[in-house]
């Protein structure tokens, strides 16, 4: 947080590298199924997830689009 000269805190944002992503989202981007995603965490061949509260985890943007990149490319 930066602090401006009337003594108030202004948050900054992060970079929209950095957004988290929920998992409505991760399967837009990445064209998978829930469960394949689930398949994928259970091997432990899939980003960390980040919790976000008792029932919800997100992602951050950047290691997904990180994870897509390392995945082999189709050739064809």
Do not use: C
């Amino acid at each position: 947080m930066q602090e401006n000269p009337h003594g108030l805190q202004r948050q900054t944002l992060a970079p929209a590298s950095h957004r988290i992503l929920r998992m409505k989202d991760v399967t837009a981007i990445t064209g998978i199924s829930k469960s394949s995603i689930y398949r994928h965490i259970q091997s432990g061949h899939f980003p960390q997830s980040i919790r976000l509260s008792q029932h919800a985890v997100g992602w951050r943007s950047d290691q997904i689009e990180a994870w897509m990149n390392s995945l082999p490319r189709n050739t064809q």
